[in-house]
């Protein structure tokens, strides 16, 4: 096939990245702190589960050890032992149509760039977040994954406000799924509420994180359906993912809520590294 | 950002595609007959009104002379007068974030390859077709748009069977949609029924020009939710798109049914050039 690019003729290629027609893959964000990625099994489980779902087959026999290797070489090269890598693994290359060559060698691309943490007033006082009109599709098969296909968050970002730190967007079922960039955990008289994730969502590695904390400090946990008008009971919550940590939410919606005890606890055992053991 | 491709170090950048990290951008297909596409306003159309819903401007004022402006150079520089155009239109490059620069410059890549046709006997007898398990996704704010997250198609499409051509996908509510890479209408005394797509799918450029017409001949034609057992009470259907055009279901799901009148009316439609009318 013939391709142009933005009026420039590019010559004739046999194919064309999958990532870019169709979002054919997933990815990974990940936390470098002085060289050290503390969610990395995390990480690898999540990208082997994806690229299992999707059929993507890649050389590498050990993903721990691939985004390691990624994360040294990155370092090296950059003389930065602080920052974020972002992995996108996609299906390679193919011609225009949906279908693909079950042989086809996977594309792994790797990106390192400085980061820039929210200011300690976010931790400590909290975010203003706000509903979002764009939903979360409903797609079973899709659920949890961290792939590639990521417009509905491309809108929902767009939408916030100024001063808002973070949306939280529901799926067509009137369900709150998780925010723009993060899961959304609730808090209420000793316990976490968090959304089941079946329909829709990605399932974040700090999520996951949590889960297994409060198992061994024998906290209690609910996955569960929560409808946006039964939010409004919870008076604390937060939001996380494994890049910025826990941020609880100041305001919902203009609503203030209060920094909940537990939410406190789950900040302090990242700091502490009790959250990783 | 520094940036690794497959292991190999492609240096420091500021940014990367969009449609690539989030599938942010649309695309259309069009088919070329004769150095002209005869669905040319419809496609400018849609592209239209799927960059405006997700707010990526082009600096190009009349999308329909874009669109003929890459035909003609393609034609010219391919010297194939037949082949099929594809278009895709993303907000172009950024950081890792999901959020944008206003005024990002959009990036349009076009390609143009050879197209082969589906054999006569498929026009005539008509196609095997299936159903997947693959969803098509609830996503009100992205229904209807063809845009670059086409990873549940991929998915459909993988799913289809030996000698399968097609693939029917439903959504979680139980509604028959379209097929992987088609819209789908059904056949009953007279009448024609397709899924209403508010929810989900992708609203084809023949299936506009079918509305169209249908209008014109004063064909009864229904827009409704059809349920995946209702879809059995219809003995003859067809799949569509603007590129291959109409190819009756011969069986579905392994049951037999029968070419209908009116998709043999709107097949010689398209032959005659009056469904471009």
């Not at 203030?256 to 502490?272: D, F, H, P, T, Y």
Request: hydrophobic letters at 40%.
């Amino acid at each position: 096939m013939w391709v142009m690019d933005n009026q420039r003729f590019l010559g004739e290629r046999d194919s064309w990245s999958r990532a870019e027609q169709f979002g054919d893959g997933v990815f990974e964000t990940l936390l470098v702190s002085a060289g050290i990625c503390h969610a990395l099994p995390f990480h690898a489980q999540r990208l082997e589960s994806g690229l299992k779902r999707l059929e993507i087959a890649l050389p590498e026999q050990n993903l721990q050890d691939m985004l390691k290797d990624y994360i040294e070489k990155m370092i090296n090269h950059s003389a930065l032992s602080d920052g974020v890598l972002k992995v996108m693994v996609s299906r390679g290359n193919s011609a225009r149509g949906y279908g693909y060559d079950r042989q086809a060698k996977a594309c792994v691309r790797v990106f390192y760039s400085p980061y820039k943490r929210p200011e300690k007033a976010c931790y400590v006082n909290g975010i203003e977040v706000q509903y979002c009109n764009t939903q979360c599709a409903i797609q079973p098969q899709l659920a949890g994954l961290k792939h590639l296909n990521r417009l509905e968050n491309v809108l929902a970002k767009s939408e916030l406000n100024d001063g808002c730190f973070e949306g939280l967007m529901s799926n067509h079922l009137g369900f709150v799924i998780e925010g723009t960039m993060s899961n959304v955990f609730f808090e209420k008289d000793g316990s976490l509420y968090t959304p089941e994730l079946s329909l829709s969502g990605v399932g974040g590695v700090m999520r996951n994180l949590i889960f297994k904390y409060c198992e061994r400090k024998d906290i209690s946990l609910n996955v569960m359906d929560i409808k946006r008008d039964n939010a409004e009971q919870f008076n604390s919550a937060f939001v996380c993912n494994s890049v910025m940590g826990i941020l609880p939410i100041k305001t919902l919606n203009k609503n203030n809520m209060a920094v909940g005890q537990l939410s406190r606890q789950l900040q302090l055992a990242i700091e502490s590294g009790e959250m990783y053991a």
